[in-house]
């Protein structure tokens, strides 16, 4: 029975259902709707946690009514029989965990080369320049596999993709610490960044599968917090084990981490959160609530997607986002050394700053993001964190360009990227509105404008310091591109979806 078959009940009906009191009052409650009180239901904090999922909860019945369940049973048939519904479980975030995991060891193992680069060039017999070529390659075989590594997630499921991602980049790494000339060395960055091209798209579709539009911003940041911290424990960590093993065994020991990842990720996740056995309908009304379903893509309209004007304003605006943040990740540790004489483990200290505030940055953007939409809307909810951190990105650049030494270029740089990453999971959420149902394909088409800018950036930055004599042209060159990206922002709109 559907809600417009009784509309004397409708809303009135779910109100007056017991839907989220604890379950150790679960039968009393339900007798005694005005009485029995828990007393947790007294704290303000379980109180506005209850009353947020009670309202997504009688929001996703109200929309969903006459659709079945996975037991075959409507929302509507079970507030006829008068069935009371639980406290969701919180499944969800066993699924975050995992992909904020996931996220710290992907950094981890990318940002541990930029340390070890000095040792490597010098065991290795390398130039600067060779040196350049590594990150850079790494840059490519990631922006040339994006696409088809977020087509395979949305193809076969997230689940099927992800493990083997994480097993193969963990594997490439500690065969990184293996290798005996350039050639090699270059083969394996290649295999290594075309590995980790599909970690993202993936990981971020999955959070879209398990989280309700209401927290895609806060969720994506705690995933790119994540990423974050894994680049800013990757210097200082680095540095220490390589000044007490080598940076063969560095790499040995950091490849490892990710393959006890793989098997918890396996045997735990579902792409569907209806088929986990840890997964109650209240749970599940409450990830369903506020967007429609998403199903599994099949068919991409690829001549859509690559005609969508919205869609480039996207990649042209991620490729301003990761210009300065590749710098952080290959070159500044070389340029505190040897433009303000730090040692090798003071370096990977400084160079650990500007992650470190970044990863606060990813969650307070993605919340603060969220909090926006549900008063601004969608569209300014999201474009306006857009624009403002970007603008933020460029003064603090333009700032570490005229510092005088080590400690305010470093604090300056941490400030360009804290403003950076509060857009961040800002754009990852906008990228899987427009994108929907092929949304791991659309955030690998965005990121692959990171990709670009990981090859432009590292390059660039060493032309710009051998011309100029000096890193500081680069931060100036920063402050530009940033200013791009904020007026990039102005064209995005999260509402309008790729057509399909």
């Known amino acids: 029975m559907c809600l417009h078959e009784f509309p004397e009940k409708g809303e009135s009906q779910i109100a007056n259902q017991p839907i989220l009191r604890q379950t150790a009052h679960y039968d009393r409650a339900a007798a005694h709707p005005d009485g029995m009180k828990s007393s947790l239901d007294a704290t303000p904090r379980f109180t506005r946690r ?7 909860v009688m929001g996703y019945l109200l929309a969903e009514a ?28 066993a699924t975050l965990a995992l992909a904020v995991t996931a996220a710290f060891v992907a950094y981890l193992d990318r940002v541990c080369i930029s340390v070890a680069a000095p040792s490597m060039t010098e065991d290795l017999g390398l130039t600067s320049v060779q040196m350049g070529f590594v990150f850079s390659v790494f840059a490519l075989a990631y922006g040339v596999f994006e696409i088809p590594m977020g087509w395979l997630g949305d193809r076969f499921g997230q689940k ?19 290798v005996r000339g350039f050639a090699v060395l270059i083969a394996v960055r290649f295999f290594f960044g075309a590995v980790q091209a599909g970690a993202f798209p993936t990981l971020t579709r999955a959070l879209a599968r398990w989280f309700p539009l209401a927290e895609r911003g806060r969720s994506t940041g705690l995933m790119w917090m994540g990423a974050r911290l894994g680049g800013a424990v990757a210097p200082p960590l680095a540095a220490l084990m390589i000044a007490w093993i080598d940076w063969r065994l560095t790499f040995a020991v950091l490849g490892t981490s990710g393959l006890a990842w793989c098997w918890v990720f396996w045997h735990w996740y579902r792409d569907d959160p209806a088929e986990h056995r840890a997964v109650n309908e209240a749970e599940l009304a409450y990830i369903r609530s506020g967007r429609p379903p998403v199903g599994r893509a099949h068919a991409v309209p690829w001549r859509s997607m690559l005609a969508d004007g919205n869609l480039w304003a996207i990649f042209g605006m991620y490729f301003c986002s990761a210009y300065g943040f590749f710098f952080f990740v290959t070159w500044l540790p070389t340029y505190l ?32 993001s969220d909090w926006l939409v549900k008063r601004k809307g969608l569209r300014w909810g999201r474009r306006s964190v857009g624009i403002g951190g970007f603008g933020l990105a460029a003064l603090g650049f333009a700032f570490a360009a005229m510092a005088d030494n080590a400690l305010p270029a470093v604090l300056w740089m941490s400030f360009a990227q804290g403003a950076q990453d509060l857009t961040l999971p800002v754009a990852w959420a906008v990228c899987i509105e427009v994108g929907h149902r092929y949304g791991g394909t659309a955030t690998g088409f965005m990121n692959t404008a990171s990709s670009a800018s990981a090859m432009i950036s590292p390059v660039t930055a060493a032309w710009l310091a051998a011309r100029f004599g000096s890193f500081e042209s680069m931060f100036w060159a920063a402050t530009i591109v940033y200013l791009v990206g904020a007026l990039l922002w102005f064209v995005i709109d999260p509402e309008r979806r790729v057509r399909g």
Do not use: K, N, Q
């Open 50 to 56: 209850r009353e947020a999922s009670r309202e997504a």
């Open 66 to 93: 006459c659709h079945p369940d996975r037991f075959g049973r409507s929302p509507a048939g079970l507030l006829e029989s008068g069935t009371p519904l639980m406290l969701p479980t919180s499944a969800r975030r």
């Open 160 to 178: 099927l993709v992800m493990a083997p991602i994480v097993a193969g980049w963990s594997l490439l790494t500690v065969v990184t610490g293996m």
């Open 337 to 368: 050394m040897e433009e303000h004489g730090l040692s090798l483990e003071r370096s990977g200290v400084y160079s650990a700053i500007p992650l470190f505030v970044g990863a606060i940055a990813c969650v307070s953007g993605g919340s603060f």
